[in-house]
Antibody, heavy 118, light 107 residues
Framework: EVQLVESGGGLVKPGESLRLSCAAS????????MNWVRQAPGKGLEWVSSINFSSSDIYYADSVRGRFTISRDNAKNSLYLQMNSLRAEDTAIYYCARLSGNWESDHWGQGTLVTVSS | DIQMTQSPSTLSASVGDKVTITCRASQTISNYLAWYQQKPGKAPKLLIYKASSLESGVPSRFSGSGSGTEFTLTISSLQSDDFGTYYC?????????FGGGTKVDIK
């Protein structure tokens, strides 16, 4: 069974940093692209960033480019999101999701809440 | 970036009704479109990929159609478990974008 478990969320002040992790199991992690999607309270889904299986191709939404860094460790079956210079508008539940061969998100974690507030 | 526009934003329907949700892309995306269902407090769930392919385990009352810029998600006979918010997403470009969502309530 595919499982994705996010961790690392919490309450931080504007300008601070946070690192999210996503532990993957139940599939061959090193062969799949992965992405992060977020959802602000009461709002819709917003794609944040994607990384291919080998980390050679990485993409970011304009809203986070230059502040967030996606990475992965295939030996540890883990996906990460380093978030710097956090802003109030980054407050959201952050989901990691597996990307299928066609790049739709076919499995999702339960999400981790990031709150940016002074 | 490609903009995705869903309509309606909310709908209320009765059990057994046929329900149709529309998603329009700001430029052609071929058939690189997915539909997701999200229930309150839960992660999204993939329903349809490549515009019309049904994800494994998803009931056959869900179907998708369209190509280019206009797409539809149809629920042929609405069930009580189908409440939630439905999102389309394009993956024609690597800068993925979601529609704003359609909230479905059961009357």
């Amino acid at each position: 069974e595919v499982q994705l478990v996010e961790s690392g969320g919490g309450l931080v002040k504007p300008g601070e940093s946070l690192r999210l992790s996503c532990a993957a199991s139940g599939f061959t992690f090193r062969t799949y692209a992965m992405n992060w999607v977020r959802q602000a309270p009461g709002k819709g889904l917003e794609w944040v960033s994607s990384i291919n299986f080998s980390s050679s191709d990485i993409y970011y939404a304009d809203s986070v480019r230059g502040r967030f860094t996606i990475s992965r460790d295939n030996a540890k079956n883990s996906l990460y999101l380093q978030m710097n210079s956090l802003r109030a508008e980054d407050t959201a539940i952050y989901y990691c999701a597996r990307l299928s061969g066609n790049w739709e998100s076919d499995h999702w974690g339960q999400g981790t809440l990031v709150t940016v507030s002074s | 970036d490609i903009q995705m526009t869903q309509s309606p934003s909310t709908l209320s329907a009765s059990v057994g009704d046929k329900v149709t949700i529309t998603c329009r892309a700001s430029q052609t995306i071929s058939n690189y479109l997915a539909w997701y269902q999200q229930k309150p407090g839960k992660a999204p769930k993939l329903l349809i990929y490549k515009a019309s392919s049904l994800e494994s385990g998803v009931p056959s009352r869900f179907s998708g159609s369209g190509s280019g810029t206009e797409f539809t998600l149809t629920i042929s006979s609405l069930q009580s478990d189908d409440f939630g918010t439905y999102y389309c997403q394009q993956y024609f470009t690597y800068l993925l974008t979601f529609g704003g969502g359609t909230k479905v309530d059961i009357k």
